[in-house]
């Protein structure tokens, strides 16, 4: 309520504090006051007898100097206008606080706070939608608005361009949790993202893949160790195929192990498409893994007490990629699987003479490890009673667009999504602006579009509106959640 009231304040202040002095009571006595000094005219009943002659009807009736005539109209009018202008404003600013109120406080819990909030078991809440809408304003406030009402919250970030620390205006870094000042219950953030600084790999993702290759390589290697051992010259096995992998787009190492009859591992191989997963690592896999590193930490005894957790997520492609992510690894990490499987009387025939069987099985280990928990990522994304992704967007054609194909993607994945949070509208008030006024019309259409969109028409409306000032830091950000989140 106060909320509103500051952002009723924060529109109106210029009408406001003209209106201080353009009060009617002020007014009326500024006319009471001019007319003291009104010009003194000739009375038309004269004291003195008359001969009832009908008194002619005076061609100027004012005595005064011209000065004081023009003073007398001057500020008359300028009270008439005055106190109309006063009235005015007063009407004005009527319409200006309903306005307002309309869009930024609704009477009833449009955003169905009250059932988010309900309930000590845990629930993820993931926040995505086109890059720049206000994902992460609306996640770092849904967050605060979690702790303030009782709940352990952890607001993550996953986009790899992360904007936590920005938005809460406090130092988030560091890939570990932090403590956010400001609200009344335990809140903490983590900018997490699946590249790790410190290894010497450009990112977690890029790791992965290296080890697939590794596990992949092992597996051919092993082969062709294997069959290069029964002829005798291991070496000359090793050149020729290192040779066939340098040829022009990988027919070399097909035609190399057609010769040695492994042509149909060879094309196992290719339909995983590793080379290409290694020049362009598939964007979404930072983003899954991030999560996945989350609900692994989130698993241990010592952070069951969080019972909100609140992803601001990637802008929506590396979200739509994400989604389709776990089944591409797994069914990628089972084929590799599958492969070391069907040659594991070779490997072992290798590990007698190479001795490396442990490194091969750490990393087969480890993709069994990661497609694990892509299964769990996947998992999470599905599960209706604890999961809910909110799409956050803005009310212009090319990001309704978006959302609604957005919605799509995810009814397709069967990831549950009941809320659409239309951030940055204009409050109905900016008629005297034109801009703004062609832009308020703009946003109408975009809202009018949302609510005859198949996708987004049957998801609760949420309406936010476009507010005067950076939302940064907790006190800015309880004051959008409280508008947001009623
Ligand atoms: N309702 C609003 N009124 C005014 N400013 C807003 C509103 N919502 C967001 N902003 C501002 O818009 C900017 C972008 O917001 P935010 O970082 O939340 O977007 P984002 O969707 O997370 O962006 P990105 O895709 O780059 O991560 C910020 O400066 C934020 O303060």
């Known amino acids: 309520m106060e909320k509103t009231a500051a952002l009723n304040a924060s529109f109106t202040s210029y009408s406001l504090s003209f209106n201080k002095i353009l009060t009617p009571k002020n007014s009326m006595a500024a006319v009471s006051f001019l007319a003291s000094f009104s010009p003194r005219t000739h009375s038309l009943s004269s004291p003195f007898p008359s001969l009832s002659i009908k008194p002619k009807r005076p061609t100027n009736t004012f005595q005064g100097d011209s000065f004081t005539l023009f003073f007398y109209y001057f500020f008359s009018s300028l ?18 606080w309903v306005a307002v109120r309309s869009v930024a406080a609704p009477t009833e819990d449009v955003a169905g706070f009250d059932d988010m909030v309900s309930g000590k078991q845990r629930k ?32 993550v970030s996953t986009d790899p361009a992360h904007s936590l620390s920005d938005s809460f205006a406090q130092d988030l870094t560091g890939g570990m949790l932090v403590p956010v000042e400001g609200p009344d219950f335990p809140l903490f953030a983590l900018e997490v993202c699946g590249i790790n600084s410190k290894s010497k790999f450009p990112s977690f993702s890029l790791k992965i893949l290296f080890c697939l290759l590794h596990v992949t390589l092992e597996v051919v290697y092993s082969k062709v160790k294997f069959i290069a051992l029964t002829q005798i010259n291991p070496e000359k096995a090793r050149e020729e195929f290192r040779d066939a992998a340098k040829n022009n787009g990988g ?10 009859g492994l042509g149909m591992l060879a094309e196992q191989l290719g339909e995983l498409k590793l080379g290409e997963l290694l020049d362009t690592p598939p964007p979404g896999l930072d983003e899954a893994i991030a999560i996945s590193k989350v609900m692994q930490f989130l698993d241990s005894p010592q952070y069951s007490k969080f019972t909100r957790i609140v992803f601001d997520t990637a802008p929506t492609g590396h979200t739509l990629r994400l989604l389709s992510l776990p089944d591409f690894l797994d069914a990628s990490i089972g084929k590799i699987l599958k492969l070391r499987e069907k040659i594991a009387s070779a490997t072992s025939a290798i590990k007698s003479v190479f001795g490396q069987e442990e490194t091969r099985q750490n990393a087969a280990d480890k993709l ?7 299964v769990k990522v996947r998992d999470l994304f599905h599960d209706t009673d604890s999961t809910e992704f909110v799409i956050v967007t803005i009310p212009t054609v090319m990001a309704v667009s978006e959302s609604s194909r957005l919605r799509a993607s995810l009814s397709k ?3 549950p999504v009941r809320r659409l949070i239309v951030n940055q509208i204009l409050p109905p008030l900016a008629f005297d602006c034109k801009f703004c006024a062609v832009k308020r019309k703009d946003q109408m259409r975009a809202l009018d579009m949302i609510r005859n969109d198949p996708e987004l028409s049957s998801l609760k409306l949420i309406q936010s509106p476009l507010v005067d000032m950076e939302i940064r830091g907790v006190p800015a950000l309880k004051f959008m959640g409280d508008i947001v989140w009623k």
Do not use: P
């Open 79 to 96: 009270c008439l206008s005055w106190v109309s202008l006063s009235y005015w404003s007063w009407i004005y600013n009527l319409y200006i």
């Open 124 to 155: 993820y809440y993931m926040l995505g939608g086109k890059g720049g809408v206000g994902k992460t304003s609306c996640a770092a406030s849904l967050a605060v608005k979690f702790a303030n009402n009782g709940h352990h919250t952890l607001v």
């Open 251 to 260: 027919t070399g190492v097909k035609d190399f192990m057609d010769g040695m």
């Open 368 to 374: 069994e490890q990661l497609r694990e928990r892509m």
């Open 413 to 415: 994945e069967n990831v």
